[in-house]
């Protein structure tokens, strides 16, 4: 299998930025697509923006000039057939809608030549629901990022069933080069494994508040202590946004689920106060 040099990443909204400008931050060439030239638009605000973030955060390589380097390797288009045309690897980051993803992979398994392979960076779809639609199930598997990538540098890498090992080992090797930390997954598993961790953990914190067992500072407390981890539950609620955990409460039936949702919506959310975004969240910065 011939080693991963060209890139295109399909929606350029806040991970598909990242995925971008990220790869082309390592030397990739990156072609980056969305629907029209208002999001390009977006798009290239958000790799100046990037830019900006990984010379501020003194990224390995930002201050020798490889941040603007990467703005060098970026392509952007709203014309798919391009696109896909010359692509080794194509990462899809459209939102999280089946129907929205289907139809793009139907699209593209018309216009991508044979050999590229197509991944998916859905949180919480399985390849195995997309892979159908590929036109190549053995070249089709699921590539997926953290926010923040160039801290939080984790690419979960997860095939399905009929994912050809060697597509596999591909992909892993392009996370590594493209300065991510390739976490290889075996089997299918909704929630890969950070989320199968992390989810748990953040629905028993909000269980022991709700039941009035600790405050959010108490069960911090415990987790950092306890574990030598450097952030509680309730932090990691504040980073990934409350607006985020509302929504993702809200559509779990489970009665507890529901009573958390109703809770943070009681005292945040209709308070503007959405976590470190708006600057106040269980905590204030
Ligand atoms: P987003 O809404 O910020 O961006 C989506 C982008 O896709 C937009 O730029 C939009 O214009 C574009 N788009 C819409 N329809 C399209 C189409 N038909 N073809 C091409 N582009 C199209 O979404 P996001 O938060 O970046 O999430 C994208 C994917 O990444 C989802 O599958 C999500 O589960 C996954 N993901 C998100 C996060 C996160 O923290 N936001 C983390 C890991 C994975």
Known sequence: MPEIKTLTV???GVLGSQIAYQAAFHGFAVTAYDIDDEALEKARARFAHLAGIYRAQKVAGAEEGQAEAALANLRLTADLGSAVANADLVIEAVPELLELKRDLYRK?????????????????LLPSDLKDFTGRPDR???IHYANNIWVQNIAEVMGTAATDPAVFDAVVG???NSGLEPIEIKKEKAGYVLNSL???LLNAAAGLLLQGIASPETIDKTWRIATGAPSGPFQIYDVVGLGTAYNIAASSPDAGSQAFAKYLKDNYLDKGKLGVST???????
């Open 10 to 12: 399909l929606g350029t």
């Open 108 to 124: 593209i398994a018309e216009l991508a030549p044979a050999k590229t392979i197509f991944a998916t960076n859905s949180s919480t």
């Open 140 to 142: 089709f598997l699921a």
């Open 174 to 176: 392009f996370a590594r």
């Open 198 to 200: 992390l989810v748990p």
């Open 279 to 285: 600057g106040e969240g269980f905590y204030t910065y």
